[in-house]
C-alpha cells in the first residue's frame, strides 16, 4: 500500500497557474449566461457549441496543444485550473470537452504530421468536436471485449463494422475516436486492437440517441454498417490501441471533473443555508463534505504533477475516480435524504430542481469511465494483489 501511496508525492498548484484562475473567472463573468442551478448542474453535459467557441476564441481549447496547431500549449496545472473553474461554475463544456481533454493530446502524440496539421488546428478553433467510441453493447466496462472490427481493403484502407454504445454527445460530434479490433481474435483480448478516427458524416455510420431518465438524449449508440476508412485514419500503429487508450484514460480518470459533477448541487444547498434558521443542525455535514473535497482535490493535484511531468498515472487517476465518484454520488445522496426529512416544509425549488436531476443522473458517475469493479480491480494490480 505504501508503495500506492508514495506516488501521491504532495503538490501544489504552481503560481503561474493560480494567476491564470483570475483570468477565467473573469471570462466567465462576461462570457457565460445567467443559467439558474437545474441548468448548471448539466455542465458536463451541457451542449452549447457557441460557448465553446467563444472558449476557443479566448485560446482556451486545446490548452495543452502546442501553439504551432493554435493551441495555448499551457500546463496541465493551467489545465487543472481552467476544468476546476468552469465545472464549478457549471459551464457548457460538453462540446469541446473530450477534444480538448483525450482526442487532441492522443492525436498530438501519436497522429501522424498530416493528422496532427488537420485536426489540431480545428480542434483549438472549436470547429472540431470530437466522442469517444470505447464501450460496446453487452460488455460492460471489459474494455478488452471488442467486437468492432476494422478489415483491411484492398485500396489500403479499412472497412468499419460494429457498433459502440454510452458514446456521449456522438450526435453534436463530427468524429469519434474508436477502439477497435484490426486483428486476432476476440480470446486475445488485448492484442490486435488499434484507434481509429471516424468520421461520423461517413455513408454507413448511424448515430441514435437515448433518451435517459430526465430527458436528456446524450448517451447515443452508433451502428458502423460497412463504413470505408482511409488508411490515415489509424491513429498511430496497427495493435498499440490498448497501450493508447490507457494512456488517454489517465487523462480522463483523473482530473477535475471526477470531483466536481455534484458540486453546483452543494452549493446551492450552502447557498440556500446561509438565509435558513436551520443551518446550524447542518454545519457537520458541511464540514464533512468540505474535507473530503479537500482531500481528494490533494490527490487530484498530485496526479496533475505527473501528467505535467509526462508521466502517465494510471493506477492512481483510478484510485482518484474511484474515490470520486462515490464523493459525487453521496452528495445528492445526502442532500435529497435532508431535503426529505420533513416533507411539510418549504423548499427552494431551484434546490429541489437541481437535486432532482442531479440524483437521476448520478448512478451514472460510477459507471462513466469504466465502472468501480474495474478500477478496483486496476488498483489492487497495482497492490500485487492480481
Known amino acids: 500500500m505504501a508503495n500506492l501511496l508514495d506516488n501521491f508525492a504532495y503538490a501544489t498548484v504552481p503560481p503561474h497557474a493560480q494567476a ?51 493551441g495555448a500549449a499551457l500546463d496541465a496545472f493551467s489545465r487543472f485550473v481552467l476544468v476546476e473553474e468552469l465545472l464549478t461554475a457549471g459551464a457548457p463544456v460538453a462540446g ?26 480545428r480542434i483549438c478553433a472549436g470547429e472540431a468536436f470530437f466522442c469517444i467510441g470505447m464501450s460496446e453493447p453487452n460488455s460492460g466496462s471489459d474494455l478488452a471485449s471488442v467486437g ?27 468524429y469519434m475516436i474508436a477502439l477497435v479490433r484490426s486483428s486476432g481474435d476476440p480470446q486475445d483480448r488485448q492484442k490486435g486492437l488499434s ?25 447515443t449508440e452508433v451502428f458502423f454498417d460497412d463504413v470505408s476508412l482511409a488508411a490515415d485514419a489509424l491513429v498511430g500503429a496497427e495493435g498499440q490501441g490498448w497501450e493508447q487508450v490507457n494512456a488517454e484514460l489517465a487523462f480522463e480518470r483523473s482530473g477535475p471533473e471526477r470531483l466536481y459533477s455534484s458540486i453546483v448541487l452543494l452549493d446551492r444547498w450552502i447557498e440556500v443555508l446561509r438565509d435558513s434558521p436551520d443551518a446550524s443542525r447542518h454545519l457537520a455535514t458541511v464540514g464533512r463534505f468540505a474535507a473530503h473535497l479537500a482531500a481528494l482535490r490533494h490527490l487530484s493535484v498530485s496526479c496533475t504533477a505527473r501528467l505535467a511531468a509526462g508521466e502517465s498515472p494510471v493506477i492512481e487517476a483510478a484510485l ?28 427552494d425549488a431551484e434546490l429541489l430542481r437541481t437535486c432532482a436531476y442531479v440524483s437521476q443522473v448520478a448512478p451514472t458517475y460510477s459507471l462513466r469511465g469504466g465502472t468501480r469493479e474495474i478500477l478496483r480491480g486496476m488498483i489492487a494490480r497495482g497492490l500485487g494483489l492480481r
Open 20 to 70: 491564470f484562475r483570475a483570468e477565467v473567472r473573469d471570462f466567465l463573468a462576461t462570457e457565460m449566461p445567467t443559467l439558474p442551478a437545474d441548468v448548471r448542474a448539466r455542465s458536463w453535459m451541457g451542449f452549447d457549441a457557441g460557448f465553446s467557441r467563444r472558449l476557443a476564441a479566448r485560446g482556451w481549447v486545446g490548452v495543452t496543444l502546442p501553439q504551432e496547431f493554435g
Open 96 to 121: 469541446h470537452w473530450i477534444a480538448d481533454r483525450q482526442s487532441g493530446p492522443l492525436i498530438a502524440k501519436y497522429g501522424t504530421p498530416a493528422q496532427k496539421a488537420f485536426y489540431l488546428p
Open 148 to 174: 468492432t472490427r476494422a478489415t483491411p481493403a484492398a485500396d489500403g484502407g479499412w472497412r468499419l463494422n460494429g457498433r459502440k454504445i454510452w458514446t456521449t454527445n456522438a450526435q453534436n460530434c463530427q
Open 195 to 219: 484507434q481509429f478516427i471516424v468520421d461520423l458524416s461517413l455513408p454507413g455510420v448511424t448515430v441514435r440517441p437515448i433518451e435517459d431518465l430526465t430527458g436528456d438524449a446524450h448517451f
Open 320 to 347: 482518484v475516480k474511484d474515490i470520486g465518484t462515490t464523493f459525487e454520488q453521496e452528495i445528492p445522496a445526502v442532500i435529497s435524504a435532508l431535503l426529505g426529512e420533513d416533507p411539510q416544509a418549504d423548499v
